[in-house]
């Protein structure tokens, strides 16, 4: 959810700053703009899947441990 929000706004910053190109002197800048929050979006796209990744894999090594100590024989 917290990501369809991001996309959002991503698109309306980016809308609106490429919609300012067509009426500006100096578009350069605008371009920056649009191109650049398209950027920083991918970023922290890129950034959160890493950490869901690394959160998943260690729940999966908890499991596979908690399930050794449930096999391991009682001394």
Known sequence: MKTFVYLVFTCFISTG???????????????AVGFGIWALFLWGLNRRMKKNELRRSMERQFQDYMRYQLRKPAR
Do not use: R
Request: proline share 7%; charged share 5%.
């Open 17 to 31: 700053a490429f919609m300012g190109v067509l009426y500006s002197k100096t578009p350069l800048l605008l371009y």
